[in-house]
């Protein structure tokens, strides 16, 4: 009897090029992949709810399968974490029934990235947040922030290497909190496109310290053209929060690892 298997994984993203599976190895799905194939000793292949890129920090990326081994939940998130580095595991299984799709069912996705405001660069934070040593104005920000939210053409966001059949996202909700030095911005959208997140986040920078006006977040908006936007920012502070799902699937949609960034 096949059975399918949702499970949910933190993991750093700092030594891996990403979660898609690549031919030379080294990203966050092979690691998994590997790790359930020697569980189960057979081959397995997961369906994840969102790739992230390089760098990219996963704290409930939620993945599916289809497998023929019988094991309880805590069987599933012992044995695989037993056979995956450190840096990457399991926080949960269930068991979703035959339909579930982890990325087709999601009916959103969140993402946060943590950034630092200091003169100097990071060194314990290194890799677990981004930086910027020019004082950011948190009103301008939220004020351009609120001008992306709604159905949209993101195209001016969009990486050139995004195979996203659309352009067009719904952004629900874009939250920018500071605590001490720490400043937290919080995305909610359907879905995201490639480097969109990071997109954005050039372009709140580049209001925050003043560089450019908050209705030129607008302009670039309604250019629908990548070359106007600021740079990428970097991966470094990226988190990808992870989907969420209707409430009768009673996924969880919290790990012990949220609660570790301010």
């Given at each position: 009897?096949?059975?399918?298997?949702?499970?949910g994984?933190?993991?750093?993203?700092?030594?891996?090029?990403?979660?898609?599976?690549?031919?030379?190895?080294?990203?966050?799905?092979?690691?998994?992949e590997?790790?359930?194939?020697?569980?189960?000793?057979?081959?397995?292949?997961?369906?994840?709810?969102?790739?992230?890129d390089?760098?990219?920090?996963?704290?409930?990326?939620v993945?599916?399968?289809?497998?023929?081994v019988?094991?309880?939940?805590?069987?599933?998130?012992?044995?695989?974490?037993?056979?995956?580095?450190?840096?990457?595991?399991?926080?949960?299984?269930?068991?979703?029934?035959?339909?579930?799709?982890?990325?087709?069912?999601?009916r959103g996705?969140?993402?946060?990235?943590?950034?630092?405001?200091?003169?100097?660069?990071?060194?314990?934070?290194?890799?677990?947040?981004?930086?910027?040593?020019?004082?950011?104005?948190?009103?301008?920000?939220?004020a351009?922030?609120?001008?992306?939210?709604?159905?949209?053409?993101?195209?001016?966001?969009?990486?050139?290497?995004?195979?996203?059949?659309?352009?067009?996202?719904?952004?629900r909700?874009?939250?920018?909190?500071?605590?001490?030095?720490?400043?937290?911005?919080?995305f909610?959208?359907?879905?995201?496109?490639?480097?969109?997140?990071?997109?954005?986040?050039?372009?709140?920078?580049?209001?925050?310290?003043?560089?450019?006006?908050?209705?030129?977040?607008?302009e670039?908006?309604?250019?629908?053209?990548?070359?106007?936007?600021?740079?990428?920012?970097?991966?470094?502070?990226?988190?990808?929060?992870?989907?969420?799902?209707?409430?009768?699937l009673?996924?969880?949609e919290?790990?012990?690892?949220?609660?570790?960034?301010?």
């Amino acid at each position: 009897m096949t059975t399918r298997v949702a499970l949910g994984i933190s993991y750093r993203g700092s030594a891996y090029t990403g979660w898609q599976s690549q031919p030379m190895g080294g990203t966050v799905q092979d690691a998994l992949e590997h790790a359930l194939g020697q569980f189960v000793t057979q081959p397995v292949r997961t369906i994840c709810a969102g790739r992230t890129d390089t760098g990219v920090h996963g704290l409930n990326q939620v993945v599916h399968f289809d497998t023929e081994v019988d094991r309880e939940p805590f069987s599933w998130m012992r044995g695989t974490n037993r056979f995956l580095p450190p840096d990457i595991s399991v926080q949960w299984c269930a068991f979703p029934g035959p339909d579930f799709h982890a990325r087709n069912h999601a009916r959103g996705r969140r993402y946060a990235y943590l950034l630092l405001e200091s003169p100097v660069r990071p060194a314990i934070e290194a890799g677990s947040a981004g930086w910027v040593f020019r004082p950011l104005d948190g009103h301008a920000m939220q004020a351009a922030a609120q001008l992306l939210l709604g159905e949209h053409d993101f195209s001016s966001f969009r990486s050139a290497d995004c195979q996203a059949a659309s352009p067009i996202k719904i952004v629900r909700d874009i939250r920018i909190s500071k605590r001490g030095a720490y400043w937290r911005f919080d995305f909610d959208a359907s879905a995201f496109l490639h480097h969109m997140v990071r997109n954005i986040m050039g372009c709140l920078i580049a209001v925050g310290t003043g560089a450019r006006s908050v209705d030129w977040l607008q302009e670039v908006l309604d250019a629908r053209d990548r070359k106007i936007a600021a740079p990428t920012f970097p991966a470094d502070g990226l988190y990808f929060l992870g989907p969420y799902y209707d409430a009768e699937l009673k996924l969880p949609e919290h790990t012990a690892a949220m609660d570790w960034i301010p």
